[in-house]
């Protein structure tokens, strides 16, 4: 909002300036030509300001999917680039398994079955475990742990599974979506 408000402000401006300076009155060519210095000036000085703020904003991104000896999947959540720039603050994560009533569920992270953590680096997101011919996906608690909603796997694993994410102080990633039976294999064993 800050850099078109800036980019008006610009505009207007020089186009105010332009137009008093070419005027035939030369008494008022002087403060035109100020006008056009001073609008010039507040532009970079927003543009400054905007793209400092575009370096330090926080972005997640999804990573890899990983599996523990318990049968239980994740994905990796991390900031996106090379440089961390803080931490993301209350990341929660919602899923929903297409076409059941599995809609929006909040998830739990690895460390600890949390619903909500900060994220440095990264942080593994709990998606599924499979027992059996059954799969089980997470509703998080208040704080910690879930209550299991299983799932035959054969039922469901051409079924998409939605991962969104939400946090305060950043740009979320893109829904990710893919088939279950796709995330199963995605793993190498």
Known sequence: MGLIFSVITFVLGLGLG??????????TSFFGN??????????????LQFWKLLSTEIKLEF?????????????????????????????ESRLTLENTNYEYAPSVWADEK?????IGEHEDLFLFKLE??????????EEKDFKPNPFNYNDVSERNLIIKISFENGNAPKDYVKPIKEIVN???L
Do not use: M, W
């Open 63 to 91: 990573g890899k999917i990983t599996k523990d000896n318990n049968n239980s999947y994740f994905i990796r959540v991390q900031q996106k680039g090379k440089k961390v720039k803080g931490k993301a603050i209350n990341v």
């Open 18 to 27: 332009i137009s008093i300076s070419l005027s035939l009155n030369p008494q």
């Open 34 to 47: 100020i006008g056009i210095i001073v609008s010039t000036i507040g532009v970079v000085f927003s543009g």
């Open 114 to 118: 949390k619903k909500v953590v900060n």
């Open 186 to 188: 995605s793993v190498s």
């Open 132 to 141: 059996n011919n059954t799969i089980v996906l997470p509703s998080a608690c």
